[in-house]
């Protein structure tokens, strides 16, 4: 039985929330604050994606998680014997609140109601070298209410990755992508694993948890989907117009297949703009992979975003 939908949405503490709001609104979010909270979706239904305070220190809060039914919910409480509480955000629902090996919080909720979906950013079919599909027309793209889709994943630096791996895998059922291995005085010594949602034969993103093998824990980053190239592009173009940072990309890496684009949030929280990534159910891995594949793209920049 799937444990988890997928990966829900992330939590930050920031240092000026009217500043991080712009940034969002920048970013392709749809926001709003109610207060005292920023809350920001994209065009799928959840009400909210990623949700910031303001304090004086900022700081990465949480991540959450949408189970797959109440059932599961209670199957996930139950294994570290914490309570299922009432969930007081926009949607409601049922929220557990559990803490893993590093010390990040981790919640997972249910029955939270959906909100109208959003316009999503589409465009008029494509040409390319083999196939014509846009036949007497020109390109035309429909306006829409937000450019980003949904969260995609989170990467976290951990303590070890065994030991962190081993509590998701038995709370949250993720499956191992693909793991980072390297050659160390003849021992096999493990960097990091790219993880996804275990949904059976549905195929889920290639990775929902990037798990980086650190010796100390941090937030690297979190990946919202947008719709296609040209929305990526469009947003590079419209945060460097408004004088964000940029941090890496645009390029398309090896493992997962997806065009990223990095940007630093006014706190220096990396967030990043993906597109077309590869999708596995469970008949998929788990495999091996080298640092190369890790650092390297079938094209752009190659290495760590954020280096």
């Known amino acids: ?110 029955n939270i109601a959906d909100r109208p979906l959003l316009t999503e950013a589409v465009r008029s079919d494509f040409n390319d070298g083999v196939e014509k599909h846009r036949l007497g027309e020109r390109v035309a793209f429909a306006a829409p209410e937000c450019l980003i889709k949904r969260l995609g994943h989170v990467v976290l630096m951990v303590n070890d990755f065994s030991e962190t791996f081993e509590w998701y895998q038995r709370r949250l059922g993720l499956l191992i992508s693909d793991e980072i291995v390297m050659d160390k005085d003849g021992q096999e010594q493990t960097l990091g694993a790219f993880t996804r949602c275990n949904r059976g034969e549905e195929y889920v993103d290639h990775h929902t948890m990037f798990f980086i093998n650190a010796g100390h824990s941090d937030f690297n980053h979190a990946a919202f989907e947008v719709g296609n190239w040209d929305v990526l592009m469009q947003s590079h173009y419209a945060l460097k117009k408004a004088g964000h940072q940029h941090s890496f990309g645009v390029g398309k890496h090896i493992l997962g297949s997806q065009t990223f684009d990095y940007w630093k949030d ?42």
């Open 266 to 307: 006014p706190n220096g929280f990396m967030l990043e703009h993906f597109t077309d990534g590869d999708l596995f159910n469970e008949s998929f891995g788990p495999h091996k992979r080298s640092p190369a594949d890790l650092l390297g793209t079938h094209w752009g920049p190659e290495g760590m975003p954020g280096q």
């Open 1 to 110: 039985m799937a444990i988890i939908k997928d990966v829900l949405y992330v939590r930050f503490r920031v240092t000026d929330l009217q500043a991080q709001q712009r940034f969002l609104d920048d970013f392709g979010f749809q926001t709003s604050i109610d207060d005292g909270l920023l809350l920001a979706r994209g065009t799928d239904g959840s009400p909210y994606i990623y949700l910031a305070e303001e304090s004086s220190e900022p700081a990465f809060v949480s991540v959450g998680f949408a189970a797959e039914s109440e059932a599961a919910l209670k199957e996930v409480a139950a294994i570290d014997s914490v309570p299922i509480e009432s969930n007081t955000l926009p949607g409601g629902g049922l929220i557990a609140r559990l803490t893993d090996p590093n010390g990040f919080a981790v919640e997972v909720v249910a």
